[in-house]
């Protein structure tokens, strides 16, 4: 059974600096999503990797997988208050399983 | 226009009561799914549907029933209702075959809280 874990938890950064989340999952996953949560409200598609070696950049956000390492990272470059929220990775296997997200605290 | 949208967005009912929480797509998706967020944020598939066929049904007290009249549409009934079925209920959609490799769309959420 898939399982995908993130770490850190929670992390609180200050505006400008670099941080990175890592998601490890358990067994082969057909792809590997990145979600967005901002509190109360819904979850907003980030990234969809499909292969060893994808990498996918938008804006800040980049995220990259290693299917060997069963390992996908969501890299945050210069971080920005507008960052602030809840991110989660999720593996797919005949269905979605998510991560226990991560709750980034962006510090102006 | 909004792509899923659910209703209510809040449900406060108490214990032992039946609810129902609709969802509707517009996106022309083949496959919809109900999923559950607790109080630590933490999402678990409940149903999916494709075509208004069920195709994935995790375990889920009976007391939960989904419903598909079309496939833009996916309805959720509780009966009977308990303090642990307080959650955040969301729907979602995609445009795969039920195989979950396509994105999934999700709704904005129903917040349910059971006295």
């Known amino acids: 059974e898939l399982k995908v874990e993130q770490n850190p938890l929670f992390l609180s950064m200050q505006e400008g600096k670099n941080y990175t989340i890592y998601c490890n999952y358990s067994?082969?996953?057909?792809?590997l999503y990145w979600y967005r949560q901002d509190p109360g409200k819904s979850l907003e598609s980030l990234f969809v990797?499909?292969?060893?070696?994808a990498v996918k950049q938008e804006g800040r956000l980049m995220a990259s997988l290693d299917t060997k390492a069963r390992l996908s990272t969501l890299h945050i470059t210069a971080a920005v208050h507008d960052l602030s929220a809840t991110y989660f990775c999720?593996?797919?296997?005949?269905?979605?399983?998510f991560g226990q997200g991560t709750t980034l605290q962006v510090k102006p | 226009d909004t792509a899923v949208s659910q209703t209510p967005k809040y449900l406060v009912t108490q214990m032992g009561n039946d609810k129902s929480i609709k969802c509707e797509q517009n996106l022309g998706h083949d496959t919809m799914y109900w999923y559950k967020q607790d109080s630590k944020k933490f999402l678990k598939i409940m149903f999916s549907y494709n075509n208004k066929e069920l195709i994935i049904n995790e375990t889920v007290p009976n007391r939960f029933s989904p419903k598909s009249p079309d496939k833009a549409h996916l309805n959720l009934h509780i009966n009977s209702l308990e303090l642990g079925d307080s959650a955040v209920y969301f729907c979602?959609?995609?445009?795969?075959?039920?195989?979950?490799?396509?994105?999934?769309?999700f709704g904005p959420g129903t917040r349910l809280t059971v006295l």
């Open positions: 990797l499909l292969s060893n070696g």
């Open positions: 067994t082969t996953s057909d792809r």
């Open positions: 979602a959609s995609s445009q795969d075959s039920g195989s979950s490799t396509d994105t999934q769309y």
């Open positions: 999720a593996g797919s296997l005949s269905k979605l399983i």
